[in-house]
Nanobody, 110 residues
Framework: VQLVQSGGGLVQPGTSLRLSCAAS????????MTWARQVPGKRLEWVSS???????YYTDSVKGRFTISRDNARKTVILQMNSLKPEDTGVYYC?????WGQGTQVTVPF
């Protein structure tokens, strides 16, 4: 299993970022995919999940601002992050069970 992330960076509050996670080594279309984040000084936090049927779930703090989606043909899961806030700063990880992407830094300064 490989999860290779792209995207992220330093952006101003109120702007957007798009994170991508390219997957390989398993049956992507039948797998639930998750994004989590490590905020400085806090525990790893679940952000969003998308299931094989397309159903999506979000932690309360990102509802209405983040959108998770999947492209089964490209074996990719996307996290579109809009209206970013300083509290969204952290390292974001793509996750499948015990497998994790390399992490992507998102920084939204005050």
């Amino acid at each position: 299993v490989q999860l290779v992330q792209s995207g992220g960076g330093l952006v101003q509050p109120g702007t957007s970022l798009r994170l991508s996670c390219a997957a390989s080594g398993f049956t992507f279309s039948s797998s639930a995919m998750t994004w989590a984040r490590q905020v400085p000084g806090k525990r790893l936090e679940w952000v969003s999940s998308i299931y094989s049927d397309g159903s999506t779930y979000y932690t309360d703090s990102v509802k209405g601002r983040f959108t998770i989606s999947r492209d089964n043909a490209r074996k990719t899961v996307i996290l579109q992050m809009n209206s970013l806030k300083p509290e969204d700063t952290g390292v974001y990880y793509c996750n499948l069970g015990n497998y994790w992407g390399q992490g992507t830094q998102v920084t939204v300064p005050f």
